[in-house]
């Protein structure tokens, strides 16, 4: 779903986009292209990291690191990794537990898995379609953003403009994404008493 | 600071109150009851426990099981406890990490060990000055509570309500401390980011 929702989003800002997938002939991954036209395709997740100067990883946070060793540490290097997933363990039941968290990351073990690689977490503390379409809400709320690399984040920046985030939160270094990961057991109460995942967490002054 | 802030607000929308300390002559306690007049007085944590019909945890996390215990089980029975504690440890040096999360956390530690005690947990995410002055903040945010006992967390609301908080959001059982409690982390990168702490969250829609 979240990578559905990025990637057409990407297309429709007229990038092109491989949606990776453990086969190359991933069922969802097949009909995401065909409903995307021609700046669309897909392929295995190594395809996808070959193929991509920018990479978002959109696998469920329990996978993420076996995704990412699929996708090849010779077709990420030096490459842009932007991070949407969250280590979420619903196999308890609900609510979930983190897998990671506290003293560590998620974005930060990927980032020390791969040290060529320019992790910048972003996006993981809301819905999907609110990550690609900020106008959803009256109040679109605030984007975070963390990672070690200026310039990498500066390029994210510029894909959440494109996508009309106007409040973007620079939070520093990857470590930061403990902050935005833990922020999950909160996000997960709000939607239930809610009812609904379209909300934002704004931070007013 | 944050029983001084909420001490003080207290007072001055007519309560009595009662500061609690390990000793009944607390250097700090005593100023703040010369500070603040007829409705104010200081005592041990035991004296404060029994003199309390409401009794707040402003106590440091790592501490705050110690408290309730010199408080005594015996003077907290069958009252309402709204704990605003975080169970940050500062001991290794900044960020500072949790001593309890993700499956657990300090609301439910202290209702499972003090099970005649009605919990609320209360204004743990934000800045005490806050905590008792909402209109601070141009858009004050939301405050978020939870708890077992919807007779106690009736009663904290109109305490908060009483304090100017609008915008109150019930999370749900005490389990709910987990989201807010693992709020911390992002809270602090969050005033290192703004360079202040007169800041909130607040949840749009």
């Given amino acids: 779903m979240v990578g559905d929702a990025i990637g057409s989003k990407l297309v429709s800002l007229g990038h092109k986009v491989m949606m990776g997938s453990r086969t190359a002939t991933n069922e969802k991954a097949v009909a995401w292209t065909s409903r995307n036209g021609n700046l669309a395709s897909n392929g295995t997740f190594a395809d ?3 193929f991509g100067e920018i990479i978002f ?3 469920t946070g329990q996978v993420s690191l076996e995704a990412l060793q699929l ?5 990420l290097q030096g490459k842009i990794l932007v991070d949407v997933a969250n280590p979420l363990d619903f196999s308890k039941g609900m609510p979930p537990s983190l897998t990671i968290c506290n003293t560590d990351s998620l974005g930060e073990v990927i980032q020390r898995q ?18 690609v379409n900020p106008g959803l809400l009256n109040d679109p709320g605030n984007v975070f953003i963390c990672g070690n690399d200026a310039s990498a984040k500066a390029e994210v920046e510029n894909l959440l403009q494109s996508f009309a985030w106007e409040r973007i939160i620079d939070l520093g270094d990857i470590s930061a994404a403990r902050g935005t990961e833990q922020i999950l057991p909160i996000w997960i109460r709000l939607m239930g008493k809610l009812g609904t ?5 704004s931070i007013v002054q």
């Fill in 48 to 50: 996808a990291a070959a």
């Fill in 57 to 59: 990883n959109c696998t």
């Fill in 71 to 75: 996708a090849g540490r010779e077709n």
């Fill in 114 to 131: 791969f040290t060529d690689v320019k992790v910048v977490k972003a996006l993981n503390t809301m819905n999907c379609q609110l990550m």
């Fill in 197 to 201: 995942p379209m909300f934002n967490f």
